[in-house]
């Protein structure tokens, strides 16, 4: 009941914002994106096409913003900002004469109205799966305020690999056919592209194909983007290439784990180590699940910090523990996240990957409420670098 005033609140905010900066978003075709996973990729991918193909294009994702070919920080933990900000960009990409803005939505702003008055040429389901419940407190919510984009966009484009498709008849059956276009990996359409692994990163390149062709771009001019496609910071990114790998991932859901780990557990010759950690005042019950999956997967596994925010870590690490059943998985608890990746790097041996997820290209780590400077990236070099792998350029 206090969320719902609350909103009524974000809501007011919304509208005043719309109102300072006269409506932007009406001169731009709007894409948006939204699902529990893969948005941040599937935005990227939309906006290098439409840019490799001509059209004058901004975005703004969890990874910041890129207006007129400008890039901007959005803030710590920041995917859909506030309207006001939002409102801000989108003034900023007409200015730069952009016709298209690629957005990535969540949840919690499409429940708190921060893209009212925002219209939606179209809208992009991922996937919908084991995320937020300590938001939205139930899967129905949940599943419901996701579906929010879908209802104000003229077009969809949803994933019909997910489980939740089944769950979208009523959107489905107030479109047009061509206003409901579906993707799925059965899809024949073929391209190359060296970074794009696992089926996961295949579906959301399917979705970002399928917006692509809604938009009127050719297969040819797609497959061409797709080639020279780079991931975003953060995503599968091979940070380190020799006689072991270091990976670094943003997945932080069961599902993310599922998808990542099955995809890289092939490719891994020697061990699979798992660092990791789950945000506090998040989520909860996804905890033992991230454990589970991550057992089923990887033989050795660091439980760690991420964003603990007021609550103990260790009790956050316990909870995760809680999941795993395997017998044979090695488990060391570490709460502090720099301690645990030095760790697991020390301990890689030739032919071993360290997989490292949940943080990524952020640049803060809550604690106790207080945002304090973090560097994944920068953690990893020197713990390269304290074991004497001092190159950590990538083959």
């Not at 419940?133 to 209802?151: A, G, I, R, S, V």
Request: hydrophobic content about 35%; charged content about 25%; overall charge positive.
């Amino acid at each position: 009941m206090w969320q719902k005033t609350k909103n009524l609140y974000h809501l007011f905010v919304a509208v005043s914002s719309n109102i300072l900066f006269h409506f932007p978003a009406k001169k731009l075709t709007i894409i948006g994106v939204t699902g529990t996973d893969g948005k941040t990729t599937t935005v990227n991918l939309i906006y290098h096409i439409l840019k490799s193909s001509g059209k004058s294009v901004s975005m703004l994702s969890s990874v910041g913003a890129y207006i007129g070919g400008k890039e901007y920080d959005t803030g710590f933990h920041v995917t859909t900002p506030s309207p006001f900000s939002l409102q801000s960009f989108l003034r900023k990409a007409v200015v730069a004469k952009s016709e298209y803005f690629v957005l990535e939505v969540t949840s919690h702003a499409l429940d708190q109205h921060r893209i009212w008055g925002i219209p939606i040429k179209v809208g992009v389901l991922t996937n919908i799966t084991h995320e937020h419940l300590d938001y939205h407190k139930t899967f129905e919510n949940y599943l419901n305020t996701k579906l929010k984009l879908l209802q104000i966009a003229d077009c969809d484009v949803v994933n019909r690999d997910d489980p939740s498709y089944k769950l979208l008849t009523r959107i489905k059956n107030s479109k047009s056919d061509s206003n409901w276009v579906t993707y799925g990996l059965s899809d024949n359409f073929r391209f190359d592209s060296e970074v794009l692994l696992g089926d996961f990163n295949r579906s959301n390149a399917l979705a970002a194909v399928s917006v692509c062709r809604v938009l009127g771009l050719s297969d040819k001019e797609i497959d061409m983007a797709i080639k020279t496609f780079k991931m975003p910071t953060g995503r599968l990114d091979y940070v380190y290439e020799k006689d072991f790998s270091v990976v670094i991932d943003f997945a932080h859901t069961p599902n993310a784990f599922e998808q990542l780990l099955s995809s890289l557990r092939p490719k891994v010759k020697g061990r699979l180590i798992h660092v990791f950690g789950s945000a506090g005042e998040r989520d909860s019950e996804k905890r033992p699940l991230m454990g589970k999956v991550s057992s089923d997967y990887a033989d050795i596994l660091f439980l760690t910090s991420e964003d603990p925010r007021s609550e103990d870590a260790n009790k956050i690490i316990d909870e995760i523990e809680s999941g795993i059943k395997k017998k044979d998985v090695k488990v060391f608890k570490i709460a502090d996240r720099k301690e645990a990746i030095t760790a697991a790097i020390k301990m890689a041996d030739k032919k071993d990957m360290v997989l490292i997820t949940g943080k990524a290209h952020e640049k803060s780590m809550n604690y106790s409420g207080k945002e304090e400077p973090w560097d994944e990236y920068k953690i990893v070099a020197e713990a390269l670098s304290n074991r004497g792998n001092n190159d950590t350029s990538k083959k």
